[in-house]
């Protein structure tokens, strides 16, 4: 009874340390907020997205012509719009970046 | 020490509290120290709970029987094996084995992702805390495996048709299935709590819920395989309540398994995959509570059950509550693409979707409407296998069709010169092989000789992409053609990984279709020196053995095998009878033939007095592919799950890209 009261005590002060362990590594952090990646961040994620999936398709597409599963008419129909939708996504990212640059620039200081 | 163990239930029961409380406060307020200490408690949790299954475990393997679960579940004469997996014997155990997988998954997601998906991981992990909770606080306050007692001479022993081998490994694969659900569920509802539907929470689940997917089926293989050798009624799948509950979240992970596919490549079904992630994971909670409320043996017992009631609530609240939050996030949902065409490889994804959604929904409404007719009505009803086997057979056929369909037809659009050309030569195949069939008799069962017909297409189609695939391959880089196979295998584990798995679902659909449809059976009262011929097998009564085994005694039927006038050996069937649990079992004989796949299946069904022994004896043609189909599900899972560096790689430089694009 006395060792598993021990044990049980002992069990309870490692939870409580491990549980306080962000506080006592930085009692005093000066930045203590989540990353907060915002809107801008999310938006490039989602044109990359756009853009990883209009290429991972070329590329499969691309080999299913190879394979013969995908006729030659098949391919001349679809690869146009899949190349468009690649440079769209592509284009879409480019000014993103000058647009950041842009708004960076404006800002005061 | 059931001390400890208490001791270490309440300390979990805190630290998953406060796992949810701190981490919905670190989440909405935005508190960095604040949401590792939440991450920090879960660990701990996980920690605390192995301090008490090991009490558990102690217990139970040093047959202490002041623990009253160690007296319920175990007897002194037991096997260790068989008092180790008293564990799990009994709802106690089973809901600290819940909630040790449980912490267990939880405390590996965190440590995985806490750097990786930041963002979701501060809202995953008060979901994950949340359904910690409520198993925590059943086993605190509803169903502690620590209750004590004076100590009895002896335990009652333990269920005599859970002493098998399998039940060593069955339940916990099962339970791995369950609980593993749970992870991207959290995921689901971290990404819609934090406004982050991208790609990101499949991306960190994809691989959980294979996972979980892979145990749950193997899982129910090996729950198969003891039902067949354990149970004695001649088959391995009865359509029961608790084979279902775990069958319905299988058949819903599929689901999303193939829809999320048409996500990462389209964009699009985003509101579903999120409805398919909370399907999965509402069906694993009422598997669990099928199996542990009392609500199979009758309304009145789940009433007076300590914990159904919780149970239900719980599951109407993880339902009600996951549908408010994704009809609130819809907007952020909305598809971009539009299905191209109703030919294409997403169309046929979406078909596939719903055959495997609707064959769930009428296995839940076969296992619902007996427990809502008695608590509305007052009497039982019992939907049987006919209803099963039906639906079976309108939704599982066309799913067969659709395996070898699929792999056949382009991303996007498919005109039909392509799919002639693609479909030739599997389709032909397939009607010859049925047009054989037929001719040699299969035409007896036309369930049967359309599931042969659909299994040679949907293999003839996997074999036509590897060839095709591999030539395509070699053309490009050269080399052998071994080496061209495994460049194409490495290139895209998850397309080839997919079609062993569907391969091992053919090698299931000919063994289920062999062993139910063309089966024989015969039965009659021996006494010694007489024959019984079933199939091709004549079976002669030789001799009645008894012997005293360490906690039972063994009668064994032993009748010696001949078929077309060649002896193969004996077959031995009878009982157990368990001298603690009191209780009689039946130990069927079994002689597979390797080479045929065909079993013969014995059941001593009476040994009398007179040494007479009424026996019933089946031929079971093709019923090892069943077990064997386990094996390629396994490898076909593990091709899946094995780690894909160049995805990783692309990942990274997206985010990277992102962060940077964002940053700068």
């Not at chain 2, 909630?99 to 990786?116: K, M, P």
């Not at chain 2, 409407?369 to 209803?387: F, Q, T």
């Not at chain 2, 063309?518 to 039965?523: G, H, I, K, L, P």
Request: glycine content about 8%; overall charge positive.
């Amino acid at each position: 009874m006395t060792l598993a009261l021990a044990l049980a005590a002992l069990l309870a002060a490692a939870c409580v340390v491990l549980v306080a362990l962000p506080y006592l590594r930085e009692p005093a952090a000066e930045r203590d907020a989540l990353d907060d990646h915002g809107e801008l961040e999310q938006k490039q994620l989602e044109l990359a997205e756009v853009r990883d999936r209009a290429l991972g398709a070329l590329k499969e597409l691309e080999f299913d012509h190879r394979t013969g599963k995908v006729s030659d008419e098949d391919y001349r129909s679809l690869v146009g719009p899949l190349r468009r939708e690649a440079a769209d996504a592509l284009r879409a990212l480019e000014p993103r970046a000058g647009a950041t640059g842009r708004v960076k620039a404006e800002r005061p200081g | 020490m059931p001390e400890l163990g208490r001791a270490a239930l309440v300390a979990t029961l805190g630290l998953v509290l406060y796992a949810v409380v701190a981490g919905v406060a670190a989440a909405s307020m935005r508190r960095r120290r604040l949401a590792a200490s939440a991450q920090n408690a879960l660990i701990a949790a996980f920690a605390t709970t192995l301090v008490a299954a090991a009490v558990l475990l102690a217990a139970l393997v040093r047959n202490d029987f002041s623990f009253v679960y160690v007296a319920e579940h175990t007897s002194r004469d037991l096997p260790t094996g068989y008092t180790i997996s008293a564990f799990w014997g009994g709802q106690e155990g089973s809901l600290l084995l819940w909630l040790l997988i449980l912490t267990g998954y939880a405390a590996t997601a965190v440590l995985l992702n806490r750097r990786r998906t930041r963002e979701l991981i501060a809202w995953v992990v008060p979901v994950l805390g949340a359904v910690a909770l409520f198993f925590a606080f059943l086993l605190v306050a509803r169903a502690t495996p620590f209750a004590v007692q004076t100590a009895p001479a002896d335990g009652a022993g333990l269920n005599p048709s859970l002493q098998n081998p399998y039940m060593l490994a069955h339940p916990p694969m099962l339970y791995l299935g369950y609980v593993g659900l749970t992870v991207p569920f959290a995921f689901a509802m971290g990404a819609l709590l934090a406004r982050r539907t991208d790609e990101r929470w499949i991306v960190a689940t994809r691989r959980w819920t294979l996972v979980a997917w892979t145990a749950l089926g193997v899982g129910q293989l090996l729950g198969a395989h003891w039902a067949y050798q354990e149970v004695g009624w001649g088959g391995y799948y009865a359509w029961d309540p608790v084979e279902n509950a775990a069958l319905m979240p299988w058949l819903a992970a599929t689901a999303f398994l193939h829809s999320v596919m048409i996500q990462e490549k389209r964009g699009m079904l985003r509101v579903w995959n999120v409805l398919l992630v909370v399907l999965a994971f509402s069906l694993s909670l009422f598997g669990t509570f099928l199996t542990r409320s009392g609500v199979l043996s009758s309304i009145h017992s789940f009433t007076e059950s300590s914990i159904g009631p919780w149970f239900l609530g719980f599951i109407c609240m993880v339902a009600l509550g996951s549908l408010a939050l994704v009809f609130a996030r819809l907007p952020l949902l909305r598809a971009r693409t539009r299905l191209e065409s109703l030919v294409s490889r997403e169309a046929t994804f979406l078909y596939n979707n719903l055959l495997l959604v609707a064959l769930t929904l009428t296995i839940l409404w076969g296992v619902a409407y007996p427990l809502l007719h008695e608590a509305v009505l007052g009497d039982s009803r019992i939907v049987g296998p006919g209803y099963y086997n039906f639906f079976l057979r309108v939704f599982g056929l066309p799913l067969l069709l659709l395996m070898g369909i699929g792999p056949l037809v382009a991303w996007r659009r498919a005109s039909l010169r392509s799919l002639g050309a693609s479909f030739a030569v599997p389709a032909g195949l397939a009607l010859v092989i049925g047009a054989i069939l037929l001719a040699l008799g299969a035409g007896s069962s036309i369930p049967g000789l359309i599931a042969y017909t659909f299994s040679a297409f949907v293999l003839g189609s996997i074999a036509l992409e590897f060839v095709r695939g591999t030539r395509a391959r070699r053309a490009l880089s050269g080399g052998s053609w071994l080496r061209a196979f495994s460049s194409l295998v490495a290139r895209n584990r998850r397309r080839y990984g997919g079609y062993v798995v569907h391969a091992a679902v053919v090698m299931l659909a000919i063994g289920i279709a062999g062993s139910s449809a063309y089966d024989t059976v015969s039965e009659g009262k021996l006494v010694r020196g007489q024959t019984l011929a079933v199939g091709d097998y004549r079976l002669t009564y030789r001799a009645l053995d008894e012997r005293e085994a360490v906690n039972a005694t063994e009668i064994r039927a032993v009748l010696d095998v001949e078929r077309g006038g060649e002896a193969l050996g004996a077959v031995a069937a009878g009982k157990n009878a368990y001298t603690a649990e009191r209780q009689v079992s039946n130990e069927v004989g079994i002689r597979s033939d390797l080479v045929t796949g065909e079993d013969l299946f014995v059941i001593a069904e009476q040994v009398n007095a007179d040494g007479s022994v009424y026996v019933r004896a089946f031929v079971k043609p093709l019923v090892n592919m069943i077990w064997l189909a386990g094996l390629v599900f396994l490898l076909g899972a593990l091709i899946t799950l094995w780690p894909d560096a160049r995805e990783q790689r692309r990942l990274a430089v997206r985010y990277g890209e992102a962060r940077a694009h964002a940053g700068s």
